[in-house]
């Protein structure tokens, strides 16, 4: 095939279906045939003008799952007809930062779907090295989560998150569902998530939260409440809002952990008091993307069934339909995630 159909977003809110040249390759990279793909808050960021808008025209897509359909001259190790998942993040691979696993900081960084045209087509190129053969008999559209829990997995390790910890998550939406339950294979307890949707609060209690608050008024007397009157070991920030940064270091305790995972405009800043900081030993880090074992163990824990995947995995359209299917997507609080279905 020289063609391809594929959704490309050509301004803000507009998509357009197109018939595209197919990706070419390099001889390090896989052609993916693409069967599932999620869409995901940066996508919507993206759909709506608020990011990555000097890349435009794009095809957007990045939490996607395929088979391999074509390979270059150098690559041995992925046959056709191979299920894979992709690492998303393409850095250089020998400077300081990718030998660390923090691709993010290369220099040379692009990212599928995002930086690049990604996953909302019937084809994506992507180095050879980033695709993950996939084992098993997992569906597609748990595969296509693979990319999103490897963001949870990669914030539970930079936060370093224990058996007992106490936790408040703001965001009960799809992010913030994952780090519930990825909060819960760490052995954290008690998980406090606050979403101002009551119908999200109750998903989070599904998902494994003790207690979930949509009243901002009482979330600091139950936080309180939960741990004994300290603050949380470990705030997580996932919606991306100023004033709710500012909130979690309200709500750890001393010698607490904020991090910081929601993404806010370029510029947004928040105040931190630099001598309680140092005198109560209070830290921070960010995390926003998983990378390389990220994802190898964000698969692992999917293919054993260690995330529930019911409310991510029932909203699905097909390609031509994904105007209508970011349109609606506000309207539809009880998916958790929407999946554009690609090819069977």
């Known amino acids: 095939m020289s063609t391809m159909r594929a959704a490309v977003l050509t301004a803000p809110k507009r998509f357009e279906l197109r018939d595209v040249p197919v990706p070419a390759i390099g001889p390090e990279d896989v052609l993916v045939r693409v069967t599932r793909t999620g869409i995901c808050g940066t996508d919507i960021h993206i759909f709506n003008g ?7 025209p794009l095809i957007p897509g990045h939490e996607f799952c395929g088979t391999i359909a074509e390979r270059g001259a150098n690559v041995r190790q992925l046959a056709i007809g191979t299920r894979v998942v992709v690492d998303i993040n393409i850095g250089c691979g020998t400077c300081f930062f990718c030998r660390r696993n923090e691709v993010l900081n290369c220099a040379e960084v692009t990212q599928v779907g995002i930086g690049r045209d990604g996953a909302f087509a019937e084809f994506v190129a992507v180095p050879a090295r980033l695709a993950i053969p996939v084992t098993g008999n997992i569906a597609d559209e748990v595969l ?4 999103p829990v490897a963001c949870v997995v990669r914030a539970a390790r930079k936060a370093r998150a224990a058996f007992g910890q106490s936790v408040v998550i703001f965001g009960a939406g799809p992010i913030g569902n994952l780090h519930v339950q990825m909060m819960r294979l760490t052995g954290a307890a008690p998980i406090i998530v606050t979403d101002l949707s009551a119908e999200r609060c109750r998903m989070a209690i599904e998902a494994g939260a003790d207690a979930a608050v949509s009243d901002p008024s009482r979330l600091k007397q139950t936080v309180l409440e939960m741990t004994g009157g300290r603050g949380a070991d470990l705030v997580i920030e996932s919606v991306g809002n100023r004033r709710l940064y500012e909130q979690a270091f309200d709500l750890a305790r001393r010698g607490g ?10 510029g ?15 830290s921070l880090k960010g995390s926003v993307a998983g990378m390389g074992e990220d994802m190898h163990d964000a698969l692992t824990l999917l293919s054993h069934g260690r995330f529930r995947t019911e409310d991510f995995t029932r909203a699905s359209y097909p390609l031509e339909r994904i105007q209508e299917a970011f349109e609606t997507l506000a309207d539809r609080p009880q998916d958790l995630k929407t999946q554009i279905a690609i090819a069977a």
């Open 268 to 282: 947004d800043t928040v105040p931190v008091d630099i001598l309680k900081t140092v005198l109560e030993e209070g």
């Open 144 to 147: 296509a989560l693979t990319e």
């Open 50 to 56: 608020h990011y990555a808008a000097d890349k435009l």
């Open 257 to 266: 952990h904020v991090a910081f995972f929601g993404i806010t405009p370029p």
